[in-house]
């Protein structure tokens, strides 16, 4: 199956400062990337949409000032936190979709990054 | 009517027997409902999936059970094994367009030895 990896895997940080997490599909093109956001014992919930080449598509309440995501290519996509607060510390999870195949409902899911802002 | 509500909560099975976890959706443009299941602190692994078009599909242990009148769809899991223990989740989208999955709640599955 298609592999998403996901970097770091965990990242620890102060408040107020910015931290970037990187999501890359090792073995395909990802026409849409996905940035999900899971608290504990919780399902996922959707931060954003994006497309290689366009600016994301946030869901409501997802300040995109505040989390930044960019989609430079079909294999790369980053999700940057900017000034993290505590209540911001959460497990981050993106996913990938190559739009264009017959598979193109399949999202396959990157390991995610636990985020802990002290 | 874009929720897709997932039962029960949690759920404990003794090894071997039949885990069964539901989800019912209101939308009837959603064409697409995956299972997908997640260990702790990973991300989540498509386990099956299936479209309104087959009432049954089977991978192995696993089966979805699809009624498209009732809007319902569940994940059967036969011979449960502890490794099988992990939280499950239904999903459901509508193809085409910038299309997203819409996840259940999430089922956290005990299978005891």
Not at chain 1, 24 to 46: E, G, H, I, V
Not at chain 2, 73 to 89: C, E, N, R, V
Not at chain 2, 91 to 97: L, R, T, Y
Request: net charge positive.
């Amino acid at each position: 199956g298609a592999v998403v990896s996901q970097h770091p895997s965990w990242v620890i940080c102060k408040s107020g400062t910015s931290v970037k997490i990187e999501c890359r599909s090792l073995d395909f093109q990802a026409t849409t990337m996905f940035w999900y956001r899971q608290f504990p014992k919780q399902s996922l919930m959707l931060m954003a949409t994006s497309n290689e080449g366009s600016k994301a598509t946030y869901e409501q309440g997802v300040e995109k000032d505040k989390f930044l995501i960019n989609h430079a290519s079909l294999t790369l996509s980053t999700l940057t936190v900017t000034s993290a607060h505590p209540e911001d510390s959460s497990f981050y999870i993106c996913s990938a979709r190559d739009s264009r195949t017959r598979y193109m409902n399949e999202q396959f899911f990157g390991p995610g990054t636990r985020l802990t802002v002290l | 009517q874009q929720q897709v509500k997932q039962s029960p909560q949690s759920l404990i099975v003794q090894k071997g027997g039949i885990s069964i976890i539901n989800c019912a959706y209101e939308n009837t443009a959603f064409d697409y409902f995956p299972w997908y299941q997640q260990f702790p602190g990973k991300g989540p692994a498509l386990l099956i999936a299936i479209r309104p078009d087959v009432s049954e599909k089977k991978e192995g242990r696993f089966t979805i059970s699809f009624n498209k009148s009732a809007k319902q769809f569940s994940l059967h899991i036969m011979d449960s094994q502890p490794g099988d223990s992990a939280t499950y989740f239904c999903a459901a989208e509508i193809s085409g367009g910038y299309n997203k999955l819409i996840f259940g709640a999430g089922t956290r599955l005990a299978v005891h030895p």
